[in-house]
């Protein structure tokens, strides 16, 4: 809260002259409109925790639209599963950080000159002010106002002897130089976010144990680069995935059976083509640094490795396939494309369950994470996998448009179960699945965002400004003296402490009464020199 | 690593045992209440007139009549110096109850060697320690015995929810929590809500004490809450609500940020917009709006204290409904 007395000088300037050109700038910039902005920002940023966003889960948010087929593409058409991206949620707080600059650098103006200016001059009434002490005090009125000034600046105000018997004090410009600070620190750090997005990058690489990694973009399973991102930002690291340490909780019982407790990724790392390679552990809150890009183990899964043998009896697939875990029991999905099989293509469906129990009601279902009994349930397609359609394809997902599903003799779907080191033939002759053994593989996320130390500065400097304009006080204190008639001629002088403070200040009440007896304590120690 | 079972076992009966010395707190801290509100009906005329009967004194009857300014002025005055005995074995209790309780947490985080706060009852009981502790340490330097029952009220009810509806066994914690900002980040957040719960107390009382108030300056006092005539008028209560989120600000900016630098951490991004990050920056944005509508001319303390009470429910749902039905990165709730 601003000071209200008549004597306080504004500390806003006075925009009312320059006209009703400005009217709507003076309103964007007044607090009332900051509130409001805020508000609304907090209101904008509600939808996104509650429907899924494309930035975070795009497979969700494609379930979310083939569920609601009505609302879906209205909600979609109105940026809400991309809320933060949103043309009404970037205006929002667009508008909040115009009007935070247009509300901060006057105040950052009138801020320095109030620094270099004198403490503002003693009200005429003392008694008018919020806290206000008087005392009469056996002291000569000069000596007194040179005491008052040395208290004041011996409790760190700038003190200022007046010409009208009264010293005027100030202390505490450190509360609105942390104000200032706090909200153009936002602006630094919202500067930051932004560079950060255009110059950053972010892609995700799927490796199975035993195999590599050499960072180019070609490698990557997805990749999503800032706008000002160039491929050769890319620093030429290349590592190995030499094994994934998993552990589950196999003691305490109930919902916490079966939760993760470890994951280690082993890694040797080359930093470039020259460098020596150097052995790494990359843990989920220890990710690996490179160059200017970390790498975060961001999930872990399993990857059956198979042998498929075509029609004609040949090898047309050999290697590892990674599935991708559906549940915290590892229950993981995934597909088979044998391109170069032949007479006929060959896709395969499965179900991969590290530890296998055929629920009654359910079916096949993963009931522990580890691989205790790993089962690779699968169906099986033969035709055209729809690969040379020039249509970019998930690796996770089977386009059956052209292909027949396999069927047993008695015209049943065909479905099989195969444990690792089994071979099973497929009806018809199509051909065979052997399930060779099953490995691990790693998610690795590979990031870089150069401004994010900035962000911290920024944000560091806007935690200190904030703490010290909520807790420095800004104080005004005043002395005023006025010689009375004392007996027998000795100085005797009534003095005014009266004090005003900017915003909640519960200790101000202390402060003048202790600026009070300090005085009336060095009047004392003066008067018992003088004896 | 493995648990310790008995520890965990010996935790568990210590949060019952403090569930029960908070219950006899709770009823010590009711009945000062109520018998503050009788001194201060005895003692404040106004409110006596109205209730000859039930204020049990009739010394002032004749010499006022309702509508006075006198006597929604001194609300909790007659209440000052008459020794409060109820209240004195109210925080009693509150001591024996939090010293069980914060017992029950150390056990729960010895039990499994780590830090208390790895799941859904794990922050319940954690976090209403720390309301509790941050309580009786303001009491040290205040006299805020008043806002007792609306402290250890909402602590109650949290532990209640925590052993019937959370309550999950104790065990090592998922590879994403293992990491010091566990203990950085989260005991600041439970030190922060901690002073926003009894912030929230205090907004509040000072808005019923507000309607109270005004009704007596419009002639008509209020007939029911008398208990209320005890506690501090609104302005009081108003800036007691104020002070106390102006200290959990900085410290829920603090976990804001410390949140951000673990993300970093863990995940690579020190943002996400996950729904909890979305719920904690709500928040900081509410109570942000809350700080500077006290600032702002032409907003009295009631509207201000209308989004103070708005960051209240942001903060519980942040804990109660996000943790629970919101799926993201920081799904640890271990409940269901
Ligand atoms: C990103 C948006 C903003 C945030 C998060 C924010 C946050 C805050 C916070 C937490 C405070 C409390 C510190 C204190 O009381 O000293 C504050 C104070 C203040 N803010 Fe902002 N603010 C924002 C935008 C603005 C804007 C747009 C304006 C200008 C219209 C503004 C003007 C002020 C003023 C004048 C104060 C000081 C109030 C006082 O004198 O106590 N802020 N702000």
Redesign the interface.
Known sequence: MRPRGQSTPSTLPDLGRLGLARYGWRQLTSMRTALFLLLLLAVAAVPGSVLPQRGIDPSVVSQYLDDHTTTGPWLDRLGFFDVYASPWFSAIYLLLFVSLVGCVLPRTKVHLEAVRARPPRTPARLDRLPVHRRAEVDADADALLAGARRVLRSRRYRADRRDDGSVAAERGYLRETGNLVFHLSLVGLLVAVAVGGLFGYRGEILVTVGNGFSNVLANYDSFDPGTEFAAEDLPPFRFTLDSLDVRFETQATGNQFGAPRDFAADLTVFDDADAEPRQEVLRVNEPLAVGPAHVYLSGNGYAPVLTVRDGNGDMALSGPVTFLPRDANYTSLGVVKVADAAPEQIGIQGLLLPTAVVDPERGPISVFPDATDPKLFFTAFVGDLGLDDGVPQSVFRLDTDDMTQLTTDDGDVFSAVIAPGETIDLPDGAGSVTFERLERFAALDVRADPAKNWALVFAVLAMVGLVASLFVPRRRVWVRVQAVAGDGGAPRTVVDVAGLARGDDPGLVDEVENVLSRLQDSADGDAGGAR | M??DVVLANLSNVGVYSAMTAYAGALAAFATDLSGLGRAARAHAPAASTLEPALAGSSRDQATRSGGGSDGPDHAGAGAVGTPRRAASIAVALTWLAFALHAGAVVLRGVSAQRVPWGNMYEFAISGAVVVTGVFLALLVRRDLRYLGTFVIGPVLLTLGLAVAVLY?????????L??Y?LVIHVSVAFVASALLTIGFSATVLQLVQQRREQARAAGRPPLRGRFMDALPRSAELE?AG??LV?IA??LW??TL?AG???A????????????KE??T??IW??Y??YL????????DGRRAAY?SLAGYA?VLVNFLV?NVF?S?QHSYA???
């Open positions: 493995t648990v999950t066994e104790s065990a090592q914690l998922v590879p994403a293992q990491s900002w800036r104020y002070r102006a600000f900085p900016t603090f940020v951000a630098i673990w970093e951490k863990a995940w690579g991004r020190y943002w996400g917009w996950d729904p979305v719920w920056f709500v944005v509410v942000a709006a500077h509508a006290r600032a702002t001319r032409g907003w989004l942001c996000v919101f993201g271990g409940i269901g």
